[in-house]
T-cell receptor
Framework: GNSVTQMEGPVTLSEEAFLTINCTYTATGYPSLFWYVQYPGEGLQLLLKATKADDKGSNKGFEATYRKETTSFHLEKGSVQVSDSAVYFCPRVGELVFGKGTKLTVNP | DTGVSQDPRHKITKRGQNVTFRCDPISEHNRLYWYRQTLGQGPEFLTYFQNEAQLEKSRLLSDRFSAERPKGSFSTLEIQRTEQGDSAMYLC???????????FGAGTRLSVL
């Protein structure tokens, strides 16, 4: 069946550092993949998505590429800011499971 | 489009009391979801509706929990005889059938004393 494995945190970085949060999946076919973000005190919001293999989703400087050869959808950002401090979720495909997420803290 | 709204944002209650939360989804969205989130954890699925029909319920949804969506628009989540373990953030989300993007509200934070 479908599953997603997300790197658990926490992750602590200095401002302007490079960020990678790993997410790998197993699925039948090539389903849509998502990253959600939850800022402190708020609900989750969609950060980016990719609907087919080799698609790249991007938003707010974050990117993730749907790589079928490595079955991965890693989240990356070249230069993080303090305002990126949040919890990031790579939910299980087609199911209502978000996991614990990865908590990112960016220090000035 | 004002997004998903939840009311109240915060609720403090005493153990044994009943509480009810409301969720107003994005107007054209036919699916509505309820989740519970405790500190340091991700959202845990409770139940979801397609229009007014409740299609799936988690085992987390004990007999003290009931959710309704009578007209296929807003939904209510009621917890009877609250327990301290019910203290959590209750999140609502909505989506369109066939589009797997869920839009979340800001949540209702419940504290049971």
């Amino acid at each position: 069946g479908n599953s997603v494995t997300q790197m658990e945190g926490p992750v602590t970085l200095s401002e302007e550092a490079f960020l990678t949060i790993n997410c790998t999946y197993t699925a039948t076919g090539y389903p849509s993949l998502f990253w959600y973000v939850q800022y402190p005190g708020e609900g989750l919001q969609l950060l980016l998505k990719a609907t087919k293999a080799d698609d790249k989703g991007s938003n707010k400087g974050f990117e993730a590429t749907y790589r079928k050869e490595t079955t991965s959808f890693h989240l990356e950002k070249g230069s993080v800011q303090v305002s990126d401090s949040a919890v990031y979720f790579c939910p299980r495909v087609g199911e209502l499971v978000f996991g614990k997420g990865t908590k990112l803290t960016v220090n000035p | 489009d004002t997004g998903v709204s939840q009311d109240p944002r915060h609720k403090i209650t005493k153990r044994g009391q009943n509480v009810t939360f409301r969720c107003d989804p994005i107007s054209e969205h036919n699916r509505l979801y309820w989740y519970r989130q405790t500190l340091g954890q991700g959202p845990e699925f409770l139940t979801y509706f397609q229009n007014e029909a409740q299609l799936e319920k988690s085992r987390l949804l004990s007999d003290r929990f009931s959710a309704e969506r009578p007209k296929g628009s807003f939904s209510t989540l009621e917890i009877q005889r609250t327990e301290q373990g019910d203290s959590a953030m209750y999140l609502c989300a909505s989506s369109l059938t066939g589009i797997n993007i869920q839009y979340f509200g800001a949540g209702t934070r419940l504290s049971v004393l």
